[in-house]
């Protein structure tokens, strides 16, 4: 493989290309960036040290790293698809967009589709994808080591569980900012100043999910860890029992889905 191409490097591309660039996942092959916003590529330029481009020819062994808005793929494959061949390789991290649309768009059958998460930008993230069959085994292996930059990597068979990891891992991430929030905001008007307020809300979230990964056990046994019948933290639970809200959070989750789904609705215009 003689490059990576990555178009576009928005707020999920930028995640990938740095983790690419601190030396992760990318042990040969260059990464080039292809920007054709002058203030955006400049700030990618000062922001990552690789090249950053208006527009690239690719070569026909590339991988090619889509992470345009799905709107501009074809107006890509058609700016593009004079230099691809059944050897290039697509890595594409856009929402709603299947394998077969892109398939059908670019010269070739090799197509990966991921769904990271925002935590790849630490290296600390999750990423879930489905490949066609047409994947090389090496090519295989490299989407691996180049996912595995960014953190844990699962692979699913069926194309239909991309879309529903997005309400789990994908969307997840806010899941969790948003008990952060709360958790901040109560803290406030029990009289904390802010600053003590983040700390107690960021360093039990953080905490809290270090313990889970560390510990490899049923989160509902590390709960129930923490209450004692009749104690402070089963007033909560209970309080949170009693208004469904762990219903409402798997609604949510479901919501977070479905969304995701109707993205994939004619997603290329």
Request: glycine share 8%.
């Amino acid at each position: 493989m003689a490059n990576l191409i990555m178009y576009g490097c928005g707020h999920m591309g930028f995640p990938i290309a740095k983790a690419i660039l601190d030396g992760r996942g990318n042990e040969a092959s260059p990464l080039i960036i292809v920007e054709a916003d002058r203030e955006k590529a400049d700030l990618l330029r000062r922001t990552l040290a690789c090249d950053v481009v208006a527009s690239h020819r690719p070569a026909p062994d590339d991988a090619l790293i889509l992470a345009v808005k799905p709107v501009d793929t074809r107006p890509l494959a058609d700016s593009i698809n004079h230099a691809m061949g059944p050897d290039n390789l697509i890595v594409s991290v856009m929402a709603g967009v299947t394998t077969a649309e892109l398939s059908e768009c670019f010269r070739t059958r090799q197509v990966i589709r991921t769904i990271p998460n925002t935590p790849c930008l630490i290296g600390q993230g999750i990423t879930v994808f489905c490949r066609t069959p047409e994947v090389t085994g090496a090519h295989h292996a490299h989407t691996l080591r180049l996912l595995g930059c960014l953190g844990q990597v699962v692979e699913v068979p069926e194309e239909a569980m991309i879309d529903k990891a997005t309400g789990i891992s994908g969307s997840g991430p806010a899941y969790v900012f948003y008990l952060a929030e709360a958790l901040r905001d109560c803290a406030v008007e029990m009289g904390f100043s802010r600053s003590d307020a983040w700390s107690l809300a960021t360093e039990t979230v953080a905490g809290a999910g270090a313990l889970l990964r560390a510990r490899q056990e049923d989160p509902t046994t590390l709960r129930h860890e923490v209450m004692t019948p009749k104690g402070t933290t089963a007033a909560a639970i209970d309080h949170l029992e009693r208004h469904h809200v762990g219903r409402i959070m798997q609604e949510a989750f479901q919501a977070s889905w479905q969304r995701a789904a109707s993205l994939g609705t004619n997603p290329l215009g």
